[in-house]
């Protein structure tokens, strides 16, 4: 092999050596960061680059996807001296390369550094019944001031979650004792509530079923007075008639009139409930045969138009005597 030959053998794998260095392929989710002697100059992007063989190096392979890191667990003093143990997850993504490589040693623990820092001062300013309750307001806080101080690392932080928050054992004792307490104190509340509407719903009941009373016993008194304001007007009514008709000598209306009063005060002495045994007088067994006394009376009273129509309440078919003695017939006048 003469020397010309050596040489375009070097010459071949020097091109070929030099083509390597200076095509960079770039994945998709990454950027690269160039150094010409050690110094940043430019950035990657995804896809085939080209840089200066032998004088361009890459520097740092930057992810620029979502990432996530584990915050470790710590105890934090909350502002009432309580002491719990918090953890949580931290999702950030990059979005300058040059600055997260050459702003920051390490990216991760930097970061980890700065949200376990601010998890203490944040939860420290809040009491234990704060930091259980409120745990989206925890995240927001520690979200908001967290992603301030890693901007300058050209990193935004998406989203800080606690994930667990543990007081100790005996604080989780007391607060199980104090959470049974409250729930048997509501449990008698609602009871004495309860009873109370009930008596409530009883009285307006009652209230109701009184009311409901008195407007029906109203009701009835006015129809009872309705009804003998009528009877009194029938009565009236017959009583007029009984006068108009003996007036026109029509003594048999008068004793019927009569008769029918009495019957129906005997009807009344009957039907009494402490009434059993009934002792009428002797006069009263004649009471019917009165009734032509009765007529002589009137006939007395009216004149011989009356008389003749207490003769015609004898006829048969008018009430009959059974015996009695009647009144004494005034003598006839002239």
Known sequence: MSGFDIFAIVLVLLVIVTLVAG????PQGYDWTIERFG?????LRPGLNLI???FDRVGRKINMMEQVIDIPEQEVITKDNATVTVDGVAFYQVFDAAKASYEVANLNQAITVLTMTNIRSVMGSMDLDQVLSHRDEIN????????????????????IEIKDIVPPADLVEAMGRQMKAERVKRADILAAEGQRQSEILR???AKQGQIL???????????????RERSAEAEAKATQMVSEAISKGDVAALNY?????YIKAFGQFAEAPNQKIIM???????????????GEIAKATFGESAASAAAAARRPGSVPPTGGTPPAVPPRQG
Do not use: C, H
């Open 280 to 294: 009428l007088p002797m006069e009263a067994t004649s009471m019917l045969g009165s009734l032509a006394g009765i």
């Open 203 to 205: 009285a307006e009941g």
């Open 39 to 43: 110094k940043y100059t430019q950035t």
């Open 213 to 227: 009373q008195a407007e029906g016993r109203k009701e009835a008194a006015f129809r009872d007075a309705e009804a």
């Open 257 to 261: 009139f009569i008769a029918d009063k």
């Open 52 to 54: 200066v063989p032998y």
């Open 23 to 26: 095509v960079k392929t770039v």
């Open 140 to 159: 927001e806080r520690l979200l908001r001031v967290v992603d301030a101080a890693v901007s300058p690392w050209g990193v935004k932080v998406n989203r």
